[in-house]
């Protein structure tokens, strides 16, 4: 084998290596983004769950009473005072009988265990967090918290976790979801 020869055999070697590492790292790279998609999924889910819990509940500790009917903000409960009412528990949502019952609720820690490829990686336990805070809002803008009641309160959702990274700096990210209840009075 001569010179010239020799030097194309270490070409094509050289060009197969840089191939092989291309696709491995490209292989890397989409098993992260699918991992990531999957701890972001699985924060939306509680996040969510949270959301169809708290909608299905009557929009104030006043409106939850049978036959009874509030006709005027000020008959709400004060901006101070959402939150657990007497007989709830913190510990047991299921006490729960009004939207804000869920302000600076706090979720048990929520495990999963994933199962990545289980002849190669080990599993993967993964723990999240979740709080909430509820604030009496702007109707015209949900996103300027009222100091008084009005008709509309919003359910701010905070879910972590330490496998949730920010795909650009890989620092800890939190997913927050939100939703406004609102309450209708019609006059008669």
């Given at each position: ?15 197969l ?12 790279t ?125 359910l ?33």
């Open positions: 084998m001569g010179s010239h020869q020799m030097v194309l055999s270490v070409l094509a070697m050289l060009l290596s840089i191939t092989v590492l291309t696709v491995n790292r490209q292989t890397l989409t098993n992260d983004t699918m991992m990531s998609s999957r701890y972001g999924l699985m924060a939306l889910s509680l996040a969510n769950t949270i959301i169809q819990d708290a909608s299905g509940l009557a929009f104030d500790e006043k409106t939850a009473a049978l036959g009874s009917s509030v006709t005027a903000v000020s008959q709400l409960t004060s901006p101070s005072l959402l939150g657990l009412d007497t007989g709830e528990s913190a510990s047991n949502p299921n006490t729960f009988d009004d939207f804000d019952d869920y302000n600076c609720y706090r979720t048990t820690p929520k495990t999963d265990v994933i199962i990545v490829d289980a002849t190669v990686t080990p599993n993967k336990t993964m723990t999240f967090y979740s709080l909430c805070k509820v604030d009496y809002v702007d109707g015209n803008n949900p996103s300027t918290v009222m100091t008084t009641q009005t008709w509309h309160k919003r701010m959702i905070s879910v972590y976790s330490n496998e949730l990274k920010d795909p650009w700096t890989g620092l800890a990210d939190t997913l927050k979801l939100s939703t406004v209840y609102s309450y209708y009075y019609f006059p008669h």
